[in-house]
């Protein structure tokens, strides 16, 4: 198990947070996007990345190890005012740090930050359901399955998979 440092993104991060989601995107494993809809520049990573730490409802978490960001976690809110204490979060760890822990510590970074969030009550994900990993930790962090779209995702020509609907009540 790797021990990382979690902290609060910064814009010098946009580099390396891009890096690693373009490397997700290619695996086509997990992810809503595929690479042929990916345009993300580096410019936009780094707006992005400022527009979320400076709302109050959203977060950015990288885990960095040796001075280099291996992973990283946002955490967004529905600008809606029935809703607003709720959000979703997105999880992105380099491939080749998988494996060590290092989802549970962003996720405790995550749990930490929403709890003392006086704006937030709910954190919810949604994760594709052979996603077998994902879904083995967010269970062993409290997540409760809430339910499923079935056939939610198609991956190609007749094969499909669910969005399993997760939450956390954090206060």
Same mark, same amino acid.
């Given at each position: ?10 814009i ?20 809503m ?6 345009? %993300?520049? $580096?410019? *936009?990573?780094?707006? +992005?990345?400022? /527009?979320?730490?400076?709302? #109050?409802y959203?977060?950015?978490? =990288?885990a ?6 291996v ?7 529905p ?25 549970? %510590?962003? $996720?405790? *970074?995550?749990l930490? +930050?929403?709890? /003392?969030?006086?704006?937030? #009550?709910?954190?919810?994900?949604? =994760?594709f ?43």
């Amino acid at each position: 198990m790797s021990s990382a440092t979690i902290r609060l993104a910064k814009i010098n991060d946009a580099a390396r947070m891009l890096e690693i989601q373009k490397d997700v995107i290619t695996e086509d494993q997990y992810l809503m996007t595929t690479f042929d809809e990916f345009n %993300q520049t $580096l410019e *936009g990573k780094k707006v +992005w990345i400022e /527009e979320k730490l400076i709302n #109050e409802y959203e977060t950015i978490l =990288v885990a960095e190890i040796d001075n280099s960001v291996v992973g990283w976690l946002v955490f967004r809110s529905p600008n809606r005012k029935r809703i607003a204490h709720t959000g979703t979060f997105g999880m992105m760890i380099d491939k080749q740090y998988r494996g060590q822990g290092l989802g549970k %510590q962003l $996720l405790q *970074g995550l749990l930490k +930050w929403a709890k /003392e969030n006086p704006l937030i #009550e709910k954190v919810c994900l949604g =994760v594709f359901s052979t996603n077998e990993n994902a879904i083995a930790l967010y269970k062993k962090m409290g997540f409760i399955e809430e339910g499923r779209k079935i056939n939610e995702i198609k991956l190609s020509d007749n094969e499909y998979v669910d969005d399993v609907l997760m939450y956390q009540f954090v206060k």
